[in-house]
């Protein structure tokens, strides 16, 4: 059973009236790995992952949460893990360590030290009450309160669209805490640099549906890399090299996008002709997503 | 002041839907009173038992105003609702420049219009201008309503001008009161509990020798006398007071901060008490505060009715058109009148046992339930803990205000046994204050979206079943489908255990029933 994947969905059907929200996807988290979930505002991580947590009832398909099931058995399942919500609402009058120690105890306990060494981390002042927290601070009493646990599993939905830079870096440090202690995490982003910078593994869902789904190494060649690149010598015909696309050249300047996979070849020829200046910047999931599938999420 | 006058003519424009309601409000309270008080007490004699029997009754005189009044018909129309009146003037004034200064401050809504070239003051000038407005306005109507009811026109002018003045009060209080908090919560806070002493220092006041009246905004307006004696003087205190409260707010506001306040903000805990610990826990701790309120608040009603209760049978007498709406006749006066108070009570305590169960709705819906949910709480406990400040929040109101009533009615007939007495008889009626939450348990686990809806038609209902079923003859089988109708009337009736027995079990049913659908549905929708 310990073997059993952390979260394995098949063929997950769930429509709320008209709408069809979930239309067949697959999933499979193993366990001790980030898992990237990706995919634009509205294709259907959210829904996906209140099924995961019994919240919502399945209309069809099969769902296994760390080998038991998350309708029937909600309340066991869930002494084992920590969620957190995309959009945390929080009892106004309640501050925000009170909510951690009681979202800790709610779930069986709570690693004080860790708390408060997250608590330093995570620059939050635990003694506001919640009417007065930011989205972002109150996306961090939610983070701090999962974290400070011993759960196995991390269910964390978009949980840094709301932090600022300096504290996204001190959330993926953490997420690699706890990759070390072999705990496993899903990952929902719509941001792909997030999940690349993360996850082990990544699924991409559009529509309800599970369109992409293995190691970053096997998505490589969905992405692509921008590059801006100024050299001493004239640019001439980097168009014919294989990965090469979108190609803009003018004397002394060119900007293209590269397959990743092509990157160290372009790189090679360009060093000859004296790099002065070149910045890349990796593809956003828009772009991914009209280069593959022919259209921009909404 | 830069930009007073565009800013003015904004405010209005935020408020062109709240602000005819409160003015309708107002105007409503004089024309009915104004209208009823003639019909009732149009004749001289009429006019002359009234204050034979209410000179003589305390309670009457702490819930309205001084005995003065009652000089002539338009003074008894002054009497009955200058002091209810002036608690919504009170709160129009409160929301008009509350919203406009420290809750926009709060929001951040104040810092985009002072970025625009919009001097410091401007914001609170226009906020006080607005309800300066909104207070002529109020006293217009009232004076249109008072001497439109056939009142004389004097005293009609004067009833309006000491109502706006008493305006002007709560509006500069309000706005120095923004100045010294730096939370919307605390600022409504402090005001309401600046208009909760004004009234009560009137009550006491005019109980006693009139002094502390004086020490009440509400007291200053009802001295002016309008149709007893029409003295203006008054109306200068209040407008001294309001120049007075006016300037310090304006003082504070030129030596802080955008969005300081003068009293920092309490602090919540760092850690969480050891009581802290479970989805019930968290549901008492939600809670707390609306159930002492409500508790209080009934704890007063039952104070107010007890008081009368000796009295009851003598004004039953003098007033044979309330007789109807006891049910048993004027037989078993004094009984009757416990009973139908209880009932009361019963109602205004199912409408709580409704709004707290319908908490449990909000909490899902606002996501709250849903962080709850996804740790190690099961539904069966979530809602456990709901339902338990429901079901437990139903008998302390209910026990309040059988306390309330025995402590005051005991008083007065020097028999302290009287309050277990009638906090049992409350008590009687728990099992169907009950049941009209149980329904609402049950729309809530079936017909989520709809609970809210349905649950309140239920308590309308009830309310009418009981407050007029009688008089206006309702058939058999609408009766019967309130719950209230199978609640013996103690203590009119005896107390019968049969039906309370059903009551529980029906209650125990429809929660089960309530149960078994949250279990089947999706959560959050």
Redesign the interface.
């Known amino acids: 059973m310990s073997r059993e994947s952390a979260i394995a969905i098949t063929g997950l059907h769930k429509s709320?009236g008209a709408t069809r929200a979930l239309d067949g996807l697959d999933l499979t988290v193993a366990r001790g790995e980030v898992h990237g979930f990706l995919g634009p505002n509205g294709s259907g991580k959210t829904t996906a992952i209140?099924v995961v947590?019994g919240?919502?009832?399945a209309d069809a398909g099969e769902v296994r949460l760390l080998g038991g099931d998350p309708w029937r058995d909600?309340?066991?399942l869930?002494?084992r893990?920590a969620?957190v919500?995309g959009?945390?609402?929080?009892?106004p009058?309640?501050?925000?360590?009170?909510?951690?120690?009681?979202?800790g105890?709610?779930?069986?306990g709570i690693n004080r030290q860790r708390r408060d060494e997250l608590l330093e981390q995570f620059d939050l002042d635990?003694?506001?009450?919640a009417r007065?927290y930011s989205k972002g601070n109150r996306q961090k009493v939610?983070l701090i309160a999962a974290l400070a646990s011993d759960a196995e599993l991390l269910?964390l939905d978009e949980p840094t669209s709301g932090l600022d830079p300096l504290m996204e870096s001190a959330f993926q440090r953490c997420i690699q805490d706890v990759k070390r202690q072999g705990r496993t995490v899903l990952l929902s982003s719509h941001i792909l640099a997030e999940v690349e910078a993360l996850g082990d593994r990544v699924s991409i869902i559009r529509l309800g549906r599970t369109v992409e789904s293995g190691t970053l190494s096997e998505l490589r060649h969905l992405t692509r890399t921008s590059i801006a690149v100024e050299t001493t010598r004239p640019v001439t015909d980097i168009a014919r090299l294989p990965g090469v696309h979108d190609v803009v050249a003018a004397d002394h300047h060119a900007r293209f996008d590269v397959d990743t996979a092509q990157l160290d070849a372009v790189i090679r020829e360009l060093a000859p002709l004296g790099v002065r200046t070149m910045t890349s910047s990796p593809p956003t999931l828009e772009e991914l997503f009209l280069r593959h599938y022919g259209e921009a999420p909404s | 002041m830069t930009g007073t006058v565009p800013l003015l003519r904004f405010l209005l424009r935020r408020e062109r839907r709240s602000l005819p309601w409160w003015l309708l409000g107002v105007t409503l309270l004089v024309l009915v009173q104004s209208t009823q008080s003639q019909d009732l007490y149009g004749t001289a004699e009429a006019l002359q038992r009234l204050r034979q029997t209410i000179g003589a009754n305390t309670a009457v005189i702490a819930m309205s105003g001084p005995t003065g009044l009652l000089a002539s018909i338009g003074g008894e129309v002054v009497f009955e609702i200058f002091a209810f009146a002036a608690i919504v003037v009170a709160l129009m004034n409160m929301f008009l420049v509350g919203r406009h200064t420290r809750a926009d401050e709060e929001s951040g809504r104040a810092e985009l219009v002072r970025s625009a070239r919009v001097g410091r003051r401007t914001p609170l000038a226009a906020a006080l201008l607005l309800a300066g407005l909104a207070d002529v306005a109020a006293g217009l109507l009232v004076f249109a309503a008072a001497a439109g009811t056939g009142l004389p026109v004097a005293g009609s002018a004067l009833f309006g001008a000491a109502l706006a003045a008493f305006g002007l009060v709560f509006a500069a209080l309000t706005a120095a009161t923004a100045q010294v908090f730096e939370?919307t919560r605390a600022m409504y806070g402090t005001v309401a509990a600046f208009l909760g002493a004004a009234f009560a220092l009137r009550a006491a006041g005019d109980v006693g020798d009139g002094t502390l009246s004086w020490a009440s905004p509400i007291g200053w307006g009802q001295r002016t006398y309008p149709y007893a004696g029409d003295r203006w003087w008054p109306l200068l205190v209040s407008l001294a007071v309001a120049t007075l409260l006016g300037s310090a707010a304006v003082g504070l506001l030129t030596h802080r901060d955008l969005g300081a306040g003068l009293v920092a903000?309490r602090?919540?805990?760092?850690?969480?008490?050891a009581l802290?610990?479970?989805?019930q826990a968290?549901a008492w701790?939600?809670q707390r505060g609306a159930l002492l309120g409500w508790a209080a608040g009934l704890l007063l009603l039952g104070i107010a009715y007890g008081s009368i209760g000796e009295s009851i049978d003598q004004y039953v007498r003098e007033n044979p058109e309330i007789a109807q709406f006891l049910t048993g006749g004027s037989d078993d006066i004094l009984n009757a009148y416990l009973a139908v108070t209880a009932g009361m009570a019963a109602l205004l305590a199912a409408a709580y046992g409704v709004s707290t169960v319908l908490r449990a709705r909000a909490e899902e819906t606002?996501?709250?339930a849903?962080?709850?949910?996804?740790?190690?709480?099961?539904?069966r406990?979530w809602l456990a803990g709901q339902l338990s400040v429901a079901l437990i929040g139903t008998a302390v109101v209910l026990v309040a205000f059988g306390l309330g009533e025995g402590l005051a009615y005991g008083l007065t007939v020097s028999d302290l046994g009287q309050i277990p007495r009638l906090a049992g008889v409350a008590l009687a009626y728990l099992p169907g204050v009950w049941l009209v939450g149980a329904v609402t348990v049950l729309v809530f686990g079936w017909l989520p979206r709809a609970a809210a809806v349905i649950a309140w038609v239920v308590v309308a209902y009830c309310a009418v079943i009981t407050m007029f079923a009688d008089s206006f003859d309702l058939p058999g089988w609408s009766r019967q489908a309130s719950p209230f109708f199978h609640s013996p009337r103690v203590p009119l009736n005896d107390l019968a255990v049969a039906p309370l027995v059903v009551l529980v079990l029906l209650v125990a049913a429809l929660v089960a029933a309530g149960y078994a659908g949250l279990r089947?549905?999706?959560?959050?929708?």
């Open positions: 709320f209140r947590l919240l919502l009832r909600a309340d066991q869930h002494r893990l969620y919500p959009d945390v609402t929080l009892w009058g309640i501050s925000g360590g009170e909510v951690i120690d009681l979202l105890r709610l779930r069986g635990p003694r506001k009450k007065t939610a269910l | 939370s903000p602090p919540g805990r760092a850690r969480a008490s802290l610990r479970d989805a968290l701790r939600l606002s996501g709250r849903e962080m709850v949910l996804a740790t190690g709480t099961s539904r406990v089947r549905r999706d959560v959050g929708y």
